[in-house]
């Protein structure tokens, strides 16, 4: 079990990333949403996990960054990161377009009329291309599709890494002492906990109670199962960069093909909740999971200043 100091560190972490993610959030409220701007704050949003977590290890706690996996470790594990990521965004919506949940939009009066859509009703301003002269709309964003999960991954990284730096290489460390289970359900609580004012901005509205009821549920169980994944990347490679490719290939796979296929929200949710499931199951079976290693307490704990 951690001690009172640890666990003060882990309250004073949860307060400065929830105090300053709330102002952000207020922020963006203030100054017109997603339909402004503003929207650009939730990039920003991303990066106060990283920051609270450098705040506490170099000024708070000064327990330093050994153990942070800011390194850059095994290399096979970004290409599983990518792959993993990449898999199972397009097997969400494949069995989503078999079931029949799930439709495919490919002339350029459907990928419009998505894309107005998408902008009603997530209400935010979603403006449509201009293609380059020679190419057409629907070849236009096709190649900004194939961007968003290959080139577009350099830039967008610092972005997965400002939440794994903080939620994997400092939280989950921290609670590692409960055990794995109860670390991994903490962390995936806490995490969807926080992911629920940016969720309510950036996400597809439920029709009932029931289905908003049903959808946060699965985001509960999906984000404990994105997060038992994303720790494996992170310990098995011995760095927190490809979780952090993982969680950003997750939501470029996501952006890239969300404008050519509409799709039930619920059923969608449904059957990305199962193949997450699929995943940890294989990796608790082939003794993957045992890579996240709890650490022994120390004789002398970190002074909280």
Known sequence: MPGKIEQKAILLYLLIVFGFSSFLITLIHFFGGLKTPAALGVYGLMMIPAIGASLMRKWITK??????????????????????????????????ILTGFGKVHL????????????????????????????????????????????????????????????WRSYLLQKLLRFGRLKAFLLVGFIWWLWHIPLTMLTQLPAKSVTEAVTLSLLGLVSTILIGIVLAWLFYASESIFPAALAHITLNQANTALVVFISFNPLVFNMILTMILLLIALVLYRRGCIEAVKIPRLKNKLIELR
């Open 63 to 96: 327990e330093g960054f050994e153990n942070s996996g800011l390194r850059i470790g095994k290399k096979k594990y970004y290409l599983i990161a990518w792959l993993l990521s990449v898999a199972t965004i397009c097997a969400t919506y494949g069995i989503t």
């Open 107 to 166: 002339t350029e009066e459907e990928i419009v009329t998505r894309i107005k859509e998408l902008g009603e009703t997530y209400g935010a301003q979603i403006s449509i291309p201009t293609p380059p002269p020679g190419i057409s709309l629907i070849s236009f964003l096709a190649l900004l599709a194939i961007g968003n999960i290959t080139i577009f991954l350099i830039p967008a990284i610092i972005f997965g890494f400002g939440e794994e730096f903080g």
